[in-house]
């Protein structure tokens, strides 16, 4: 193998980045695989991706990102991507080692860096491979603002290399107020968190340049596209692959589109075991993603014949059945969404309560199901303290026993089903506060008792309609909301019970809703909201999930 260090690389405006080159020993030039990056190109991953794919034939370059690392210019998060990826790949691709087709691969910032290039139609890429990438801003966190938890990376990227990040006590910075000064409490200064928290999602100038999704149908390269079912950015794989399924420019880069979706979380580029929190998936769980990639690359990079053009699109791991399956499409063209409605006798508090879920629409008198939400003592949300992942298959036992949680669920199954595909929930529900959100989460509930989360959503009120206003609600005015609770793919097994619970906050997931009204960035008053979910014929709350009915089973 050979390599080529902290070579210059010139962007079109004259600041100079850096990259490493690995390649094979040959003179025969070779597609090269483009790798950018904010988190350093020179590490012991890096170094391992880059010689494994020189190994197998492709030459490999990891890149650092405009002001980090040994790169020139200053760092500003994804705005000086979509021209420098261009830049470095048409680089990369006049490269006398090079045969002139580049591909390029990544994970999280690097997945959505591929992105933001990738609709600027640079003429030299052929291909990409895309690890767990964002959306376009506020898919992945509808409350109008960043996640909380977000402000740990950028503390991650302050400055121009990696940041220790575990010496912060971060639960306790989460817990600050306002919102706007978080970097503070953690002991840093971020101009870029800063400078997010202080314009609306509807201030379209400023988040223009970030979004990228709704330019997908003008790229025409094969596309891989990898995620988790517990992977915290999840729905960007599955809207890029359903898109570029059905809106790229041509029918060949349609059917070239891969999707692979396993029981991982975000850091699956460096994790792939069978095993995720206290999941364990069984044998059944491996899978040769490396493997998969060569294969795939081979073929429509390198022409071979190897029959990678007929497989399937799609390889999912279904949970519960812990069991991989080829798909073609998604959402699963045999699908039956099928509603369970919410229903109690108004005592849904708690899973000791009265609360349950139903194949049949309630009755017309089922009183509404209330409780009282305190921002200052928000639901919690099971997850570690920093960023690099957001919850997992955690068991929601303790949580239910709180009585700002209001729990449905069914009775005991008594044959298996199961459910894949997007999960929403159909919400009518009511508060006295002009603001405050609803949340929803799916569990699975094992004879056992474990509660285990399989995902979660949230609705803002003022955004319910969508995020180019803000329209308050009325106090007492029964107002209907839609909550995403993302994708699943999960066999409830005969004697589990598919479970709901809803509540109005799932902290530090998402910033607490203060319930006035006023400004998210700068708030600090809060006031405690008393919310509540109606269920009945007039207003019947349901959960919609994508059943797939069995093998033989007629619909």
Request: hydrophobic share 35%; proline share 7%; with cysteine.
């Amino acid at each position: 193998m050979r390599q080529e260090l902290n070579i210059p690389v010139a962007m079109r405006d004259g600041v100079v980045l850096v990259a490493d080159v690995y390649r094979p020993d040959t003179e025969t030039p070779v597609p090269v695989i483009v790798a950018r990056t904010p988190y350093g190109k020179n590490t012991e991953f890096a170094y391992r991706k880059a010689m494994w794919w020189a190994r197998h034939g492709y030459a490999f370059l990891w890149m650092d990102v405009r002001g980090r690392g040994d790169s020139e210019g200053s760092f500003r998060p994804h705005r000086d991507e979509p021209l420098d990826g261009y830049d470095t790949i048409e680089w990369a691709a006049q490269q006398p080692w090079c045969d002139g087709q580049v591909v390029t691969w990544g994970q999280s910032y690097l997945g959505y860096d591929q992105w933001l290039t990738a609709v600027e139609q640079p003429p030299s890429l052929k291909a990409m491979i895309v690890y767990v990438p964002p959306s376009d801003p506020f898919v992945e966190w509808p409350t109008g603002v960043h996640l909380p938890m977000e402000v740990c990376w950028f503390r991650l990227i302050d400055g121009r290399s990696y940041q220790y990040i575990e010496g912060i006590d971060w639960d306790a910075v989460y817990e600050h107020l306002p919102l706007l000064t978080l970097d503070e409490r953690a002991g840093f200064s971020s101009k870029h968190w800063r400078d997010d928290l202080s314009h609306l999602p509807s201030d379209t100038e400023y988040w223009g340049p970030k979004y990228y999704q709704h330019r997908i149908g003008n790229v025409d390269v094969p596309t891989m596209h990898v995620t988790g079912w517990y992977d915290d950015v999840q729905p960007a794989t599955f809207i890029n692959f359903t898109r570029m399924t059905r809106q790229a420019p041509s029918e060949e880069t349609q059917r070239a589109q891969r999707l692979v979706v396993g029981p991982w979380d975000h850091g699956l580029t460096r994790r792939r075991e069978r095993t995720l929190g206290p999941i364990d998936f069984g044998p059944g769980a491996d899978f040769d993603l490396d493997g998969h990639e060569l294969r795939w690359l081979d073929h429509f990079i390198k022409g071979r014949d190897n029959g990678a053009d007929a497989d399937p699109r799609a390889q999912l791991f279904i949970m519960g059945e812990n069991q991989w399956r080829s798909e073609d499409e998604w959402p699963i063209a045999r699908t039956n969404y099928t509603s369970l409605y919410l229903s109690s006798g108004g005592n849904a508090n708690t899973r000791f309560g009265d609360g349950s879920l139903t194949w049949e629409v309630p009755g017309a008198d089922e009183p509404a199901d209330t409780y009282r939400y305190d921002p200052a003592d928000p639901v919690p949300y099971i997850t570690s303290s920093t960023s690099h992942q957001i919850g997992g298959p955690d068991d929601y036992r303790e949580i239910e026993e709180r009585a700002d949680v209001l729990v449905y669920s069914t009775s005991v199954l008594e044959t298996d089903l199961e459910v894949t595909g997007p999960v929403r929930l159909k919400l009518f529900a009511s508060s006295d506060a002009i603001d405050t959100d609803f949340t929803a989460k799916l569990l699975d509930v094992h004879p056992d008792g474990f509660c285990q989360r399989l995902q979660d959503g949230i609705v803002r009120g003022r955004y319910r309609e969508g995020l180019d206003e803000e329209r308050f609600l009325t106090p007492g005015e029964v107002h209907e909301f839609e909550i995403h609770l993302w994708n699943t793919s999960q066999v409830f097994r005969a004697g589990h019970q598919i479970r709901l619970e809803i509540s109005s906050s799932t902290f530090p997931k998402y910033d607490r809703n203060l319930n006035t009204g006023g400004p998210l960035a700068t708030g600090v008053e809060s006031k405690v909201a008393e919310n509540s979910v109606w269920h009945n014929q007039a207003y019947p709350s349901q959960l919609i999930l994508p059943v797939i009915p069995a093998a033989g089973a007629t619909s």
